[in-house]
Structure formats: C-alpha cells, structure tokens
C-alpha cells in the first residue's frame, strides 16, 4: 500500500480496492460537511472514527486539499494506529468519470 501523505482520486480508488481485498477498510473524510456527490464519504467526526480498528485508512479532504495536507501531524497523532492520508487537490479535483 502507498503511504505517502498524499493520494490522488485514482490512487484512492486503486487502493480502496486494493485494501478491501485485504480486509482494510478505507474511508473518504469530508473535513467541510461538503460530501462528494457518489463518492461514499465519511463526515470528520473524532469520536466515530476512532471506533474504527487499528489499520484504517483515513483519507481526508477539503476544498484544495492544502489544508488536510497541513494537519496531517495533527490527525496521525489524533489516529494513532490508523494511517492518515490528504487526497491531492481535494473535493475540487474530484472528477465523476472516474469509476467510484
């Protein structure tokens, strides 16, 4: 699995199902209450997503992604356990053709 601090919308997608084959759950976080319409997201709740298991892909996002990748340190020490990824460009990159 790619662990760098930033996915695209294709190298989300490759992995979601890559990691779904494994039994990793891996969850698209709306941080603006703004969901990506077909995209399955999860709202930025602290307390609901630390009941996820230890392994978790957490993959935030915001408009631009600029500000998820700026509290990257924040969320990997809020979610110790799990991995804490910004999607690249955020919510405004996100491209519908793309297969969901």
Known sequence: MTTRDEWTQEEY???REENARKGIKTLLVDT??????????TLYNPFELQKYPEGTVLVFYCDT?????ERLPEYRKRFAGKICISLRGGRGYWRKTCSV
């Open 65 to 69: 992604g600029k500000s998820t990748k």
């Open 32 to 41: 603006i209450n703004a969901p990506i319409e077909g995209a399955g997201t």
């Open 13 to 15: 997608l490759q992995q």
